[in-house]
DNA sequence: TAAATTTTTTAAAACGTTTTAATAAACCAA
DNA sequence: TTGGTTTATTAAAACGTTTTAAAAAATTTA
């Protein structure tokens, strides 16, 4: 197990020859003589020389490394549905820029703020790309704010931060707009719990589109709920049970989307003559349903590579040109929005 | 951006004594004074001092670090349904042990092999967890069986190798034997590519069960397919096509099974009644089919988690109990089997 | 008080690089 | 030859730690 690696010292030896020598040949430098260099290099492939990174980080005050820290919480990174694209997207601009990425989650009894504070100065990480435990938490302030290389994914108040976030906002405006332009009426929105900003924007998204059609905003159309199935689930039978009149829900995401549907045909309606349904978040199961599920989509592998190309520029003291970035959405017309049947 | 950090150095100033006095009370050394320390640990917390790693890792000679090496393939970790799970199971050890997680994509114009043992002898991890590119590739070999600290995370012919796997075998042997008792008496299988492991596994523990009630294999009950739902779905076509009797089905994952479910439905027979159906590996649709689908499930987490302890026991010289480790599955037993009714 | 012992502190080396500034070697012109 | 250039090589410092062995200071013993 305790293996020897070859180091520059040990080329060094064999060609007799400086180490200064052997890195500047290892390095590419003109200076030295082309016939060293050669046989330096002769030397090295036969030792089968790696680089020791570390040595090289401790020299350069750099790591070449960048780290996606997230809480330790229980919904923390790995319980989003999309995290596994985020880190798709990220790994796509790490490996193309030669950079490592390091998966950094915060030991629960340390205090988040500590923990993030931690990675970057223990120097393990150039910078790192913050997935925010919940929206609520605003102690990571004086670590964001810092000049530490941050990019934060979501939303933050003061301009100078660096993030990437999804245009919940629009997606909801689009999906809402979608409904009104087929026709529907009476739009319901199954919104998720209103403390969360993600469920305050989509809202909001909704209000607008209203808005635009002057339509009245009606709050006995809005349910809040959970983002479970089972809470979709019940919200169209609570419709029922109030004797609602609607002919289309727009919900907070796919899961609850989906329930209301099940809910809605077990009731004997028709999906989408009589209910027109558009779901949030475009999960695989949405394309499976009976009838499939109109929604909207994001590209969790855009955030990512976006992140990681603006973190990448901050390593590298360039002007990021837009320093918050909302990453476009996409409506995915499918057929439990009626609109095929036009 | 560019940060000056506090060292050692910088503590041993102000407190007006060494360096080395510093790092010793900083370890906790007995030797040193308890005045002398009691004030070199109030000075480095009003430094905010914070241990710069790189230059620790590089005394040390170890990384205090693990990697995840997957290559980058189209069909790659990412696309896995249970990578993050994985993920998950590696994190939550590493996190009680104090180590970090480098996720490393090998770069594709790199030869695999080359990229695993870089990412091992740059010394930026002190061992890996390998996660194959597909069964067929064994020119890991050299890298897999050296003396490297590797945990590889699938069957391995070489019994010195440490290995953590799924019981493919043993889950479909349980699959099938739970159809047989429920006395189905023709069951297909619906298998995956019979070029991987994971179809011929899942096909040979389909024969055992059947062997051990007895049963003759009847090959016209196998059907190959390539684990898309498409192809689940034609598969129960064809075997309507062909006139094949049979009573139940067992397929190779979860995607066939619910496909096939779909065409049997669409055929005018009932699921269970007609046609018993068992998946493998208990995607979270199964739980939303109607009826819901009886399935195989095995840990992915879990497999994570011993495949991190295994590595870390590797890294602190400790002998590996056993080498070769299979984590077991469990048979999830919902509607679509019929064994519920009885 | 001197010597012996114990406690406390520190200088220096080591880990493997890169880079700067100095030196050495080679070449050229007079 | 001498001096001046250019080209090639290298010693040494630096990055931030930890640890060992030695030194210094304090305490005890004779």
Redesign the interface.
């Known amino acids: 197990?305790s293996?020897e690696?070859t180091r520059l010292k040990d080329i060094a030896k064999i060609a007799d020859v400086s180490i200064a020598t052997v890195s500047l040949s290892l390095a590419g430098d003109p200076r030295v003589n082309i016939n060293t260099k050669k046989n330096i290099l002769e030397v090295a492939r036969s030792l089968?020389y790696?680089?020791?990174?570390?040595?090289r980080?401790?020299r350069a005050k750099k790591?070449e490394?960048i780290a996606l820290v997230f809480p330790?919480t229980p919904h923390n990174a790995?319980s989003h549905p999309y995290?596994?694209?985020l880190?798709?997207g990220i790994?796509e601009v790490l490996?193309q820029n030669?950079l490592?990425?390091?998966?950094?989650?915060s030991?629960t009894e340390m205090d988040e703020t500590m923990a993030y504070?931690?990675i970057l100065?223990?120097?393990?990480a150039d910078g790192i790309i913050l997935w925010p435990a919940s929206i609520k938490d605003r102690n990571i302030l004086n670590i964001i704010e810092s000049?530490?290389?941050v990019v934060y994914l979501g939303k933050w108040p003061n301009e100078e931060v660096i993030t990437v976030t999804r245009d919940d906002l629009g997606g909801a405006y689009v999906a809402t707009k979608h409904l009104l332009n087929s026709g529907r009426k009476r739009i319901v929105h199954i919104s998720g719990p209103l403390e969360y900003q993600v469920s305050i924007d989509r809202l909001e998204g909704y209000k607008r589109a209203l808005a635009e059609h002057n339509m009245l905003y009606d709050s006995s159309l809005i349910i809040e709920k959970d983002f479970t199935?089972e809470a979709g689930y019940d919200a169209a039978i609570q419709l029922d049970h109030h004797k609602v009149e609607y002919d289309a829900i727009f919900a907070g995401n796919d899961l609850m989307a989906?329930g209301a549907m099940k809910s809605i045909q077990k009731l004997g309606k028709s999906i989408p003559k009589d209910v027109a349904v558009v779901g949030y978040d475009n999960i695989?199961?949405a394309n499976?349903m009976d009838p499939t599920l109109t929604t909207i989509h994001h590209s969790m592998r855009q955030i990512g590579t976006v992140a990681a190309e603006k973190l990448i520029s901050?390593l590298n003291?360039k002007k990021i040109v837009e320093k918050q970035t909302t990453v476009p959405m996409r409506l995915i017309i499918r057929d439990s929005c009626g609109a095929r049947e036009i």
């Open positions: 197990m293996k690696y089968k790696v680089p020791n990174e570390i040595g980080s401790l790591a490394t330790n790995f995290f596994v694209h880190l798709e790994t490996v030669s490592q990425l390091l998966l950094s989650t030991p504070e931690q100065r223990n120097r393990r000049a530490f290389p199935m989906i695989e199961m499976l901050m003291f």
